[in-house]
């Protein structure tokens, strides 16, 4: 447990999240203009003030202890914030910025392709988006409006569900005959691809569909949804996929699914916000336009 007597200086904090980002007290150090040795003090003082270790050095690494990826999880983000508000004084001029927190693959298919409309509507309003986080499940302090995608409604926050996660069967146009052929079988002829986080899914859409669990001869695991799609897309193999978020690829014909039933999964998408930032104009802006792009009960309806 971490003992702090007095709050260790913010410098310290900086060199700290740098250091565990490149987990090197060299590489933190080529980046901060400082030599290896300073670097190494400095997280010495801040582990003496701390009363907690917050490396594990070893001859050739350097690794976060429970503590360090604790400490790292709340102040970088809090560091972050701190610069993008002075950042956002010194530019002056009357403009306002939201802080958003996106998965990736709704920001990259869904979020940005409609994004224009708001930003014509909005010229003064500048957005900055994190969407490092693939599966979302807290608002962090750092951010003004975040989507989560979680199985349950979010305590403690202004709270909009906007659609659910179901999941479609899809394959490249050039495999529909094979499908057609095949129907159920044709996971023993094409890949199976597989997402990493989510490698039960196939059974459970197996069981909604009423066939047998796929036993394919090949499976191609990836570890993003985007490179999922795109497997599909390029002729890899078969591939579930969410439904909201291919309707660009349906509509244009680049993905095509294969079996008519969707799997709805427990998880829905949320757009929170705390309640004193709803109560700013530009985060009420942007989330009254997020309910009415994504809170429709056609969420793949066209841009």
Request: charged share 25%; glycine share 6%.
């Amino acid at each position: 447990m971490i003992r702090l007597s007095r709050p260790p200086p913010t410098r310290s904090l900086r060199v700290f999240c740098v250091a565990a980002r490149h987990r090197s007290f060299k590489f933190a150090a080529d980046e901060l203009c400082l030599t290896p040795s300073a670097v190494s003090h400095q997280m010495k003082e801040l582990e003496d003030s701390l009363g907690a270790r917050l490396f594990e050095r070893r001859p050739r690494s350097l690794e976060l202890t429970r503590a360090g990826a604790a400490l790292l999880t709340q102040v970088e983000p809090l560091l972050e914030a701190l610069d993008r508000s002075v950042a956002e004084f010194a530019r002056g001029g009357g403009r306002r910025s939201v802080r958003m927190v996106l998965p990736p693959f709704f920001a990259s298919e869904l979020f940005i392709p409609r994004l224009g409309a708001f930003c014509a509507h909005h010229p003064g309003i500048d957005l900055q988006i994190d969407s490092r986080d693939p599966r979302p499940a807290a608002h962090p302090p750092s951010a003004d409006v975040s989507v989560l995608l979680v199985d349950s409604e979010p305590q403690g926050l202004e709270c909009t569900p906007l659609f659910a996660l179901s999941l479609s069967a899809v394959c490249a146009p050039q495999h529909l005959c094979t499908v057609a052929r095949l129907g159920s079988a044709v996971f023993k002829e094409l890949t199976l691809i597989v997402h990493k986080s989510s490698a039960e899914a196939w059974s459970e859409w197996a069981r909604e569909v009423g066939i047998e669990a796929p036993e394919p001869s090949r499976v191609l695991e990836l570890d993003t949804m985007h490179a999922v799609v795109r497997a599909a897309e390029h002729g890899i193999g078969v591939a579930l996929v969410p439904t909201a978020h291919c309707a660009e690829g349906f509509r244009t014909g680049a993905l095509a699914r294969i079996f008519a039933v969707e799997l709805r999964t427990p998880d829905t998408y949320y757009l929170v916000n705390r309640a004193k930032d709803g109560d700013r104009p530009d985060v009420r802006a942007l989330a009254d336009w997020m309910r009415e792009q994504f809170g429709s009960a056609d969420p793949t309806s066209p841009c």
